[in-house]
């Protein structure tokens, strides 16, 4: 594996790396495509949790890039997985539009963790977009007889048919992006107020645009007190 100076940290550090084969591609939006592969012994060797994620490795004019990309319908029994693409420009979604079956690619295992705090939670909150769907529905596979909340910011209007792994008494509501995401926190931060809020007992998934994630965040701990250990949040992205 041809490495820049992020690949040298990672294995410094203890990464893992495997190499993956490409066993079939479908479209699940015309804005997303879906790429299956075979593992390559990943999940044996590193297990599987929820909103697992992992770094694969892209070359563009000699150059090594990587890009981070969140488990779909893990199979560790089979050694399979699949990963979703954002169809915009950049190496990953150039290698996603041309990437044949029998094609490989490297990906590295290094800086995913996840567990749900204990004890079990009243209600889970969850905010996010089209890119952090996958890992949604992860969490939602996990989070057994727990009602979810949710949030989703959308751009496109075939956004909203992605899969969403809801179950009955689930709440989720589709926003549009507008005002550069202000739309989303306005909705979000004025919903979770200290009436609907059980800051003790609940937790919080938060995973869209940085700044948007920031504010919501912010709005948690600073706003209502909850504490640091409730809430998961990462800005999936930059506007």
């Given amino acids: 594996m041809k490495r820049n100076w992020e690949g040298v940290v990672l294995k410094v550090m203890g990464a893992k790396d495997f190499t993956l084969e490409v066993t079939g591609r479908e479209e699940i939006t ?13 999940l044996k060797a590193s297990g599987l ?3 697992m994620w992992i770094r694969l490795w892209f070359h563009d004019s000699g150059k090594a890039h990587q890009r981070a990309y969140t488990l779909v319908n893990a199979s560790p029994a089979d050694g399979t997985f699949s990963m979703d693409f954002a169809m915009h420009q950049g190496v990953a979604a150039d290698w996603a539009r041309s ?6 690619i490297d990906a590295t295992v290094q800086g995913s963790s996840f567990a749900l705090p204990e004890p079990t939670q009243r209600r889970i909150w969850v ?3 089209p890119a952090s769907i996958p890992a949604i529905n992860s969490l939602l596979d996990a989070r057994g007889t727990v009602p979810v909340t949710a949030w989703l910011e959308y751009q496109h209007d075939a956004d909203t048919s992605l899969e969403v792994r809801t179950a009955p008494g689930d709440v989720v509501t589709w926003i549009p992006r ?8 306005e909705d979000v931060c004025g919903s979770l107020t200290s009436n609907s809020v059980a800051v003790a007992e609940d937790f919080f998934w938060i995973a869209c645009e940085a700044s948007s994630t920031r504010a919501i965040v912010k709005h948690l701990r600073k706003g209502l007190g909850v504490d640091k250990h409730r809430i998961d949040a990462l800005g999936y992205w930059r506007a």
């Avoid at 015309?30 to 990943?42: A, C, T």
């Avoid at 507008?178 to 926190?185: C, N, Q, S, T, Y």
Wanted: aromatic content about 4%.
């Fill in 30 to 42: 015309p804005d997303f495509l879906r790429v299956h592969v075979r593992d390559g012994g990943l």
């Fill in 49 to 51: 949790h929820p909103t």
């Fill in 99 to 104: 990437v044949q079956i029998g094609d490989t």
């Fill in 127 to 129: 905010v996010g977009d």
């Fill in 178 to 185: 507008k005002r550069d995401g202000a739309a989303l926190v």
